[in-house]
């Protein structure tokens, strides 16, 4: 069954890093785009960020363009989430999902907490 | 970019009894491929989101049958035609049409009454 396990959350001061990864398990990874979701404490879904299959094209929301990158590894599934320059504003449930857009997102993680405080 | 308006953003319901979600687009979802791209989700408290509904009105896999999904164009719904109490949780319509960004609506928070 398709499982994607997220992990690397975690409290980190204003303008810190953190690194988020995604270990994705049955089903054929590297088929598949990918995509992290995030949701601030009590409220809704805002999307992140997304990429390719191979890995050749990606996307960001404005909200994070210049401070978070992703990435994957097929050799290991896994898809990650490197964030920089973190803000307050950043702090939330991260999820990965299989998909982009059009109608993906069918697979969603557990989420990973991510806490911007000082 | 798109955006996506929920209504209502609150939803007491009777057990048994049905409830509509309406969720209307700022723009047309239909794509060029002649596809709508309109999704339903599900979040249960304290759980992940799940899909329920892809492409307006195909529900996905182990989805009770008591959810449906219509509409075009801009105007959708999602309907519940006997809310069950596992049924609590919020509800968000997303669009995968007109990306990036995907969009989703502000989210419908039902409950029992």
């Known amino acids: 069954q398709v499982q994607l396990v997220e992990s690397g959350g975690g409290l980190v001061k204003p303008g810190g890093s953190l690194r988020l990864s995604c270990a994705a398990s049955?089903?054929?990874?590297?088929?598949?785009?990918m995509s992290w979701i995030r949701q601030a404490p009590g409220k809704g879904l805002e999307w992140v960020s997304y990429?390719?299959?191979?890995?050749?094209?990606?996307y960001y929301a404005d909200s994070v363009k210049g401070r978070f990158t992703i990435s994957r590894d097929n050799a290991k599934n896994s898809l990650y989430l490197q964030m920089n320059s973190l803000r307050a504003e950043d702090t939330a449930v991260y999820y990965c999902?299989?998909?982009?857009?059009?109608?993906?997102?069918?697979?969603w993680g557990q989420g990973t907490l991510v806490t911007v405080s000082s | 970019d798109v955006v996506m308006t929920q209504s209502p953003l609150s939803l007491p319901v009777t057990l048994g009894q049905p409830a509509s979600i309406s969720c209307r687009s700022s723009?047309?979802?239909?794509?060029?491929?002649?596809?709508?791209?309109l999704n339903w989700f599900q979040q249960r408290p304290g759980q992940s989101p799940r899909r329920l509904i892809y492409?307006?009105?195909n529900r996905d896999s182990g989805v009770p049958d008591r959810f449906s999904g219509s509409g075009s164009g801009t105007d959708f719904t999602l309907k519940i035609s006997r809310v069950e109490a596992e049924d609590v949780g919020v509800y968000y319509c997303m669009q995968g049409t007109h990306w990036p960004p995907i969009t989703f609506g502000q989210g419908t928070r039902l409950e029992i009454k």
């Open positions: 723009q047309s979802l239909v794509y060029s491929d002649g596809n709508t791209y």
């Open positions: 492409k307006v009105s």
């Open positions: 049955g089903f054929t990874f590297s088929d598949y785009y």
């Open positions: 999902a299989r998909g982009g857009g059009y109608d993906s997102l069918d697979y």
């Open positions: 990429i390719s299959s191979s890995g050749s094209t990606i």
